[in-house]
Nanobody
Framework: QVQLVESGGGLVQPGGSLTLSCTRS????????MGWYRQAPGKQRELVAEIVNGGTTNYGDSVKGRFTISRDAANVYLQMNSLKPEDSAAYFCNVRARRWGNSNYADYWGQGTQVTVAS
């Protein structure tokens, strides 16, 4: 069973910074991407940032230049700087991966961590 556990959310003032962490447990054969998505009330879940196997990073347009994604073997991080009220949302860790003995990739999600940007 693959599990993802996020941490690091909270309340921060506009212009402030937060770092989100996601720890993965469970056996995986191959990871395609690790990343972060967010969902604000009444809105669709959107890509914030992802790292593709091999190291390429992709960012949502609204966070480019402010957020930085990084990873190590079992964790993925999101450094968020210059936060704005519109960054407020539930942030979800995502891993797209194949498990041992399975030829298909599947998406795995964490439970989410709330980020609120307000003065």
């Amino acid at each position: 069973q693959v599990q993802l556990v996020e941490s690091g959310g909270g309340l921060v003032q506009p212009g402030g910074s937060l770092t989100l962490s996601c720890t993965r447990s469970g056996s995986i054969f191959m990871i395609a991407t690790m990343g972060w998505y967010r969902q604000a009330p009444g809105k669709q879940r959107e890509l914030v940032a992802e790292i593709v196997n091999g190291g390429t990073t992709n960012y949502g347009d609204s966070v480019k230049g402010r957020f930085t994604i990084s990873r190590d073997a079992a964790n993925v991080y999101l450094q968020m700087n210059s936060l704005k009220p519109e960054d407020s949302a539930a942030y979800f860790c995502n891993v797209r991966a194949r498990r041992w003995g399975n030829s298909n990739y599947a998406d795995y999600w964490g439970q989410g961590t709330q980020v609120t940007v307000a003065s």
